[in-house]
């Protein structure tokens, strides 16, 4: 079965670049979130994205944006990066939190590494 | 390779019942395990890791290293438990989380 596609799997950035992360959710999962993970941390919540609409946001820092296309999949923007920006970012998908079946897919991230 | 595996997709038991959510994984190196909750309409959050073996909402899990397992369990189950948990694990060294497929629990009035 199809899983939640990230790409690309490990990016390496210099100081003040940009970089773009993708998420492919689930066939017909139209709910995506996005979490970053630093080194020894716990997943810390990035937005989420209902039906092309940002549905909640947590920590994402202004130097990042987030969008939701009309095929469902989302892509993390991320400028002027910094070393502190260091992680894993990893998706997951489901279908609305609202239904009986909310649980979410992970995606197996993408490591980012900043130097 | 590493893996985590919850066998248990829903599970249903009475308040008041005990619960016990399996876990096994398989990873080569010393596992870092946790268990994370979802409920309904929230953010995924850490229920307990097994280094700080603390006891959250009455929840607990011990590492098997003989039988590859970390299952959660918890005595006396309550209404506000009922939602989705998550096994992971942790790649020491690597920051890799690997996630299992997650359980849902109902806990029946």
């Known amino acids: 079965a199809a899983g939640v596609i990230q790409s690309p799997r490990h990016l390496i950035k210099e100081k003040r670049e940009t970089a773009t992360l993708k998420c492919y959710p689930i066939p017909r999962h139209d709910t995506v979130y996005w979490y970053q993970q630093g080194p020894g941390q716990d997943p810390q919540f990035l937005i989420s994205?209902?039906?092309?609409?940002?549905?909640d946001k947590g920590s994402i820092p202004d130097r990042f944006s987030a969008q939701q296309f009309s095929d469902y999949h989302s892509e993390l923007n991320m400028s002027s990066l910094e070393l502190g920006d260091s992680a894993l970012y990893f998706c997951a998908s489901s279908l609305p939190s609202w239904g009986d079946n909310y649980g979410y897919t992970f995606g197996s991230g993408t490591r980012l590494t900043v130097v | 390779a590493q893996r985590v595996t919850q066998p248990e997709k829903l599970l249903s038991v009475f308040k008041g019942a005990p619960v016990e959510l399996k876990c096994n994984y398989s990873?080569?190196?010393?596992?870092?395990l946790f268990w994370y909750v979802q409920y309904s309409r929230q953010r995924l959050q850490l229920l307990l890791r097994h280094i700080s073996r603390e006891s959250i909402k009455g929840f607990t899990a011990d590492l098997n290293k003989g039988e590859t397992s970390f299952h959660l369990k918890k005595p006396f189950a309550q209404e506000e438990d009922s939602a989705m948990y998550y096994c992971?694990?942790?790649?020491?060294?690597?920051?890799?989380?690997?996630f299992g497929t997650g359980t849902r629990l109902t806990v029946i009035p």
């Open positions: 992971a694990l942790h790649q020491t060294g690597a920051n890799n989380l690997f």
């Open positions: 994205f209902y039906e092309k609409m940002q549905s």
């Open positions: 990873y080569s190196g010393s596992p870092e």
